[in-house]
């Protein structure tokens, strides 16, 4: 894990010096920063992380805006870093594929743990060389191995923590899950009660993997209890 490479973009140089500081000292070592979106972008392209944390406010061009970009070459976490609170701004940063919001200003030590919590869980918790494992239900096809996602045959790119709420309910078909009980075994925190998360993730994850995702067939609602993954797409 701490051989990951994390890519830190944000015009404060203090917030920067601050994240790479504190980052150094929990032994992560392969860290770059870069404070404007096109410098952002160029390092993308050039390298491979494995989490970026992008502010949103920019001087060039918004984190809202080049996040799609980001994602069109890499599956890496991202973190938006950004002083705007709103639970539309978060849904925002949600839909566009970001991975977490952390508001500003914001504890460094906290942000080190959500960076820890997520590449364990990218890296599967263990050490070695990992088991394959593939998940076939119908034409989804889930490759846990190679992180490789397929539906009837095509190759979706997924979010990492969309990938992850996947493998979930690939790891435990049939079974009803509350909003709470997704984000604490997922996102690996606690459940506040108020927060959009495990819906946006729901409907973006539905995006990908179903044929009609407003008439879905795998990720199912049970009004006012939560969500459950039905195999092959058909109900039991």
Known sequence: MHDSKILIVDDEVSIVQMLTTILKKEQFTYIDSANNAEDALARCRDKRYDLILLDVMLPDRSGFEICPLIRETTDAPIFFLTARTTDLDKLSGFALGADDYITKPFNPLEVVARIKAHLRRKSGGTSGKPKVKTYQ?????VNTSSGEVTVNGRKVELPAQVYQLLT????????LFSKNQLYEQVWGEEFLGEDNTVMVHIRKLREKIEENPSDPRYILTVRGLGYKFIPHGELE
């Open 137 to 141: 239900f119908g034409g989804l096809i």
């Open 168 to 175: 979930f309910f690939c790891k435990h078909p049939n079974q």
